[in-house]
C-alpha cells in the first residue's frame, strides 16, 4: 500500500471514534501504521509478516484467511479497506463488510485507478444501498459508502472461503482457492522445476533426508518432490490461504512433514539438505527486487554444509546476480532454461 492510500485511510478513521476495523493483505507491506490510531481499530490480515508488524505497533491484530466467523453482526462503525488484488477476494470482503457494519456506518474503500477502485465502489455501493463516486487525492481513491436497507444480493466471491480441487497429482486431487498464486492450474514455472526434480535429486551424494519448500503456496513443489524422494518436507509460506490449503494437501497426500505460517522461514531454526523455491517477485499490484534477495539469502541461510538449493524464476528476475552478493560461499549455476522461465541451482560448500 502507498503512503498516499495509507494516509487517506488514516484520515477517515480519525473522524469515527467507534470501534473500527482494517482489512490488511500484501498492499499494506512497507507502509507505517503509525498513522493509524490503535484505540479503536483492528487488523484482520492474511499475511503472518504484518501480523508480527500489526502486534509489535500496538493493535489487536488477528491472522487468517479473512475468516470474520468470530465476529457478530454489527460490530463495527466503520471498516476500511485496502482493495485488493484477487477480485474474488475483494467481492468476499465487501459481501462480509455489510454484516459486520452497524447500520449508518460506513465501508472505507482505498485504491489506484488500475486496482479497479471505481468499478467495486459501484459495486459496493449497489450492495449497501448508497451511491457514491470515489474521490482522488494524486493518483489515490477513497469512497466512504454508507451502509443503509437494501436487498441487493450478494457479490459473486466464487464461494472464496471454500478449499476446493485444482489439478490431480497421480489422480490425486489437491485443493487450493483464489487468491493464491496460480491457484487453479499448474504454475508454469514450478511445473518446469518439477520436471527437473528427478534430476535434481540424483545430483546428491546420498539422497537428501529434509526439504524445504520455501514459499510454498498450496504445496505443489512439496507434493511433486514427494513423489521422487522419501524425504522429511517443510513447507512454509506467509499466507494464511496458503497454509490451510497445503496444511490440507500433506495431510491427503500422507506426506512426512510439517506446514507453517512463517515469513520467508524466519523463525525456523532447522537446516535442511535441499531447498525448493519459486520466490514471489510481485509484492501486492508492483514487483519487489528485495522480495527475490529475502528468499535467495534464506534458502541459502538454510541449507547444510553440502545442501543444494534449486530456485525457478522469470528470466528476467536476477536469482544469480542475488545470489553472488549474498551468499558468497555458494557456487551457483544457471542449469535449464526455456523461453518464460530459468532454473537456478545454489550450492552450499
Not at 24 to 53: C, H, W, Y
Not at 97 to 107: E, P, Q, V
Not at 146 to 167: I, M
Not at 317 to 344: G, Q, W
Request: glycine share 8%; charged share 20%.
Amino acid at each position: 500500500m502507498s503512503d498516499a492510500l495509507l494516509q487517506l485511510l488514516a484520515q477517515q478513521a480519525q473522524l469515527v471514534s467507534g470501534s473500527q476495523l482494517m482489512i490488511v493483505d500484501e498492499n499494506l507491506k512497507g507502509a507505517s501504521l503509525q498513522a493509524l490510531p490503535t484505540g479503536n481499530i483492528m487488523l484482520i490480515t492474511n499475511r503472518f509478516d504484518l501480523n508480527e508488524q500489526a502486534i509489535s505497533a500496538g493493535f489487536n491484530s488477528k491472522f487468517n484467511d479473512f475468516d470474520f466467523s468470530g465476529f457478530a453482526d454489527n460490530r463495527f462503525e466503520q471498516i476500511l479497506y485496502r482493495v485488493s488484488k484477487e477480485k474474488l477476494v475483494t467481492h468476499h470482503i465487501i459481501n462480509n463488510a455489510r454484516r459486520l457494519i452497524k447500520s449508518g456506518g460506513n465501508l472505507v474503500l482505498a485504491g489506484e485507478k488500475n486496482d479497479g477502485i471505481k468499478t467495486y465502489t459501484d459495486k459496493a455501493g449497489h450492495y449497501f444501498g448508497c451511491k457514491v463516486k470515489p474521490k482522488k487525492q494524486g493518483t489515490a481513491y477513497i469512497s466512504v459508502i454508507q451502509k443503509q436497507c437494501t436487498e441487493a444480493p450478494t457479490l459473486d466471491d466464487g464461494n472464496y472461503p471454500k478449499l476446493r480441487n485444482c489439478l490431480e497429482i497421480d489422480n490425486n486431487p489437491v485443493l487450493s482457492k483464489p487468491g493464491l498464486f496460480g491457484w487453479n492450474k499448474p504454475d508454469q514455472g514450478s511445473a518446469f522445476l518439477a520436471d527437473h526434480m528427478p534430476d535434481f535429486f540424483q545430483s546428491f551424494q546420498r539422497n537428501p533426508m529434509s526439504i524445504l519448500d520455501l514459499g510454498c503456496g498450496y504445496g505443489y513443489l512439496s507434493l511433486m518432490a514427494s513423489t521422487y524422494i522419501d524425504a522429511k518436507i517443510i513447507a512454509t509460506d506467509n499466507n494464511a490461504a496458503a497454509i490451510a490449503a497445503c496444511s490440507k494437501n500433506f495431510l491427503a497426500f500422507g506426506i512426512d512433514g510439517e506446514v507453517i505460517a512463517d515469513n520467508c522461514a524466519q523463525n525456523i531454526k532447522q537446516k535442511f539438505d535441499a531447498v525448493l523455491c519459486n520466490p514471489p517477485f510481485h509484492s501486492g499490484f508492483g514487483t519487489d527486487s528485495q522480495l527475490t534477495q529475502q528468499f535467495v539469502t534464506s534458502s541459502y541461510e538454510h541449507l547444510n554444509p553440502g545442501g543444494k538449493a534449486l530456485f525457478v524464476a522469470n528470466r528476467f528476475v536476477p536469482i544469480e546476480s542475488c545470489a553472488e552478493k549474498h551468499t558468497k560461499l555458494a557456487n551457483i549455476e544457471k542449469i535449464a532454461e526455456n523461453k518464460s522461465f530459468k532454473l537456478v541451482l545454489v550450492s552450499r560448500s
